[in-house]
């Protein structure tokens, strides 16, 4: 049952932070250079559909991946230490 509420509160969080306004490669460029967007959008995987996106995102989390900041560009679990 735990795992099934873990499951819901990723798939919940991974789908309001993609339905929240902004470009988080507009948050990690800081400019707008469509060249530089589309470069940026294909390695932070954000131009695969969203269920790829969730899937590599799930991946990631099972392997202890929580990726890389958007603000700072450290891995996240540097991050939180």
């Not at 990690?28 to 250079?33: D, L, N, R, V, Y």
């Not at 589309?38 to 559909?49: N, S």
């Not at 269920?51 to 890389?68: K, N, S, T």
């Given at each position: 049952?735990?795992i099934?509420?873990?499951?819901?509160?990723?798939l919940?969080?991974?789908?309001?932070?993609?339905?929240?306004?902004?470009?988080?490669?507009?948050v990690?460029?800081?400019?707008?250079i469509p060249?530089?967007?589309?470069?940026?959008?294909?390695?932070?995987?954000?131009d695969q559909?969203?269920?790829?996106?969730?899937?590599?995102?799930?991946a990631?989390?099972?392997?202890?991946d929580?990726g890389?900041?958007?603000y700072?560009g450290?891995?996240?679990t540097?991050?939180?230490?």
């Amino acid at each position: 049952m735990s795992i099934v509420s873990l499951f819901g509160a990723v798939l919940v969080t991974f789908v309001v932070t993609h339905l929240l306004p902004g470009n988080p490669v507009l948050v990690h460029a800081g400019f707008k250079i469509p060249s530089t967007i589309k470069f940026l959008e294909k390695q932070m995987g954000l131009d695969q559909p969203l269920p790829v996106q969730f899937g590599l995102y799930m991946a990631g989390l099972v392997h202890g991946d929580l990726g890389q900041s958007w603000y700072t560009g450290n891995p996240v679990t540097l991050d939180l230490n």
